[in-house]
């Protein structure tokens, strides 16, 4: 029986091998097919041009679209399709759409690899964009891999490509960190409260934080309260955002609660990027997107065009309307930990390294899922050593921030450094650290890598990683079903990539640097 579509780019893939009648995801195969247009087209666009700002705006943009989660609206998905064919015109060439074959071959695999690659690495320079920071030459790279993908099946030179995009995430990721901190201020340490207030209010998912500050703006005095929710949690570091007072408070736990959360807090949703699931009809009536998110059904917030902000005046009026969320437990997060208060911790940090204060650090950073696998890394964080640190960004954390795991010295033994691309702040902390310890290499450190991956934001930030020269990483709860066998042997060799086992063995492991 022929497929009624195929994909495998995210952790939760049907029995671990592709989704073939319906996304796991909640994705239709009508949207999993005119996604593998749109990517194909994409190819075509790199193919039969040069890169330029409009175009390569246009093909971030496409691609962040096709991100798990991101986007189900089968109308913005053809309009994306119909423009991307009027840039190609009648260019006529021989392009396979969507995966073949399946199972794909070890070509396929990395071809595959690069393109989700690029995926994360788009959604991170649209954020970037977005706050008016852009670099010609991610476009460029953008076009030039897009075409390798189309084309290329030599094995070495598609993993040096790969390799190359791990370099390009970090630039990505570099940019929108110098765009967030341009426009919002230097992350502070900051508690913020999980409970629940008694105005009326507005929730706030995803990741884009200019969505979120001229929201900020445009409720101020309106009598409702603007709350975060999953990856939106690090805005309340920011002091150019944590300045407004109705600026209350987390609502709700990581993307795959929301349709618990969203019902729950009774008033209007604002879902700003991915990661948006199936909309339930407890609150379908009150939630928007805006950006590259969609979904059928949902109205979307339009947007900006020249300086004029976006409109969220239907959203005010609405919350003004509604009742306030429901009650839900009392307690705080801690978040704030980007890189210049990390880099501003790292004396400290490599002092208590030395003293033995601090036997290691842990980086348990990237996505949550549904699963009941990953409660794993909650079993880690709840049963490491009392003289360990856990470093952590992206939605990950919610396996495990609301622990009261303490302090060493005064340093919170859980630090988090924001969202899933402040893995960057991460990375350049651990690269200070092996300076200020003098290690020749990054992996002599006393720092285990224990990342949990779902899309493909986290396929780029593992590229970043391998291109930094990372190794010996713990990947899970399971390693990508886009990976052939001898590709993931071929990681496993060159650069130690793990599979997880249970929290007691891999402590144990770690704890002795393995």
Same mark, same amino acid.
């Not at 199972?103 to 690899?113: I, N």
């Given at each position: ?16 091998? $592709? ?34 700002? /409009? ?43 969507? !995966? ?33 920071? /852009? ?78 500050? /001229? ?26 955002? %944590? ?50 998110? $969609? ?21 005010? %009026? ?15 997060? !801690? ?7 990390? #880099? ?49 960004? $992206? ?22 450094? $924001? ?10 902390? !651990?690269?200070?650290?092996?300076? %200020? #310890? ?34 010996? !990483? ?18 496993? %060799? ?21």
């Amino acid at each position: 029986m022929k497929n009624s579509m195929f994909c495998f780019q995210c952790q939760e893939t049907c029995k671990h091998s $592709g989704c073939t009648l319906s996304g796991m995801c909640g994705k239709k195969p009508e949207i999993a097919n005119l996604m593998d247009l749109l990517i194909r087209q994409l190819k075509l666009i790199a193919l039969s041009r040069q890169s330029d700002k /409009e175009t390569g705006r246009f093909v971030i943009q496409s691609l962040f679209m096709t991100v798990t989660n991101t986007n189900f609206d089968p109308e913005r998905l053809q309009s994306q399709l119909d423009k991307a064919r009027k840039i190609t015109g009648d260019i006529v060439v021989e392009i396979p759409s969507g !995966i073949t074959p399946i199972p794909p071959d070890d070509a396929v695999c990395l071809q595959e690899f690069l393109i989700y690659t690029l995926k994360g690495i788009a959604a991170y320079t649209e954020h970037a964009a977005v706050l008016g920071k /852009e670099d010609p030459e991610i476009y460029k790279f953008i076009f030039e891999a897009l075409a390798i993908s189309a084309r290329e099946k030599n094995l070495s030179i598609l993993t040096e490509t790969i390799l190359k995009a791990g370099g390009v995430a970090v630039k990505a990721m570099n940019l929108l960190d110098s765009a967030n901190t341009a426009e919002f201020g230097d992350p502070q340490f900051t508690e913020v409260t999980t409970q629940a207030g008694r105005r009326p209010g507005i929730l706030v998912s995803g990741h884009d934080l200019p969505d979120l500050k /001229e929201l900020l703006e445009q409720s101020l005095n309106s009598g409702i309260d603007i709350y975060t929710h999953g990856e939106m949690l690090p805005a309340h570091a920011y002091p150019e955002l %944590k300045k407004f007072p109705h600026l209350f408070g987390n609502y709700g736990n990581s993307w795959h609660c929301q349709n618990k959360d969203f019902a729950a807090f009774n008033g209007p949703i604002l879902m700003t990027t991915n990661c948006i699931i199936p909309v339930q009809k407890s609150y379908q009536h009150r939630i928007f997107t805006t950006g590259m998110a $969609g979904y059928p059904g949902v109205k979307h917030i339009a947007d900006r065009t020249g300086n004029k902000a976006k409109d969220f005046s239907e959203l005010i %009026k609405l919350a003004q309307n509604c009742p306030p969320p429901e009650k839900t437990a009392c307690g705080t997060l !801690i978040t704030g930990f980007a890189r210049k208060q990390l #880099l501003d911790l790292s004396g400290k940090i490599a002092n208590g390294i030395k003293s033995g204060l601090i036997r290691r650090l842990i980086v348990m950073a990237g996505c949550d899922g549904r699963q009941t696998c990953r409660s794993y890394y909650t079993g880690i964080a709840e049963n490491l050593p009392v003289d360990t640190i856990i470093l952590t960004a $992206g939605c990950a954390k919610y396996r495990f921030n609301h622990l009261d795991l303490g302090n060493i010295n005064g340093i919170p033994r859980i630090i988090d450094a $924001g969202q899933c691309n402040d893995s960057y702040s991460l990375a350049l902390f !651990i690269l200070n650290l092996q300076e %200020k #310890l003098g290690y020749q290499s990054v992996n002599q450190l006393p720092v285990s890598l224990d990342i949990a991956w779902y899309e493909q934001k986290a396929v780029a930030v593992l590229t970043a990683l391998l291109a930094l020269g990372f190794k010996n !990483i713990r990947l899970g709860p399971t390693l990508p079903a886009f990976l052939t066998p001898e590709i993931i042997k071929n990681l496993e %060799k060159n650069f130690g990539i793990k599979t997880i086992h249970s929290a007691s063995e891999d402590i144990r492991n770690m704890m002795m640097g393995n």
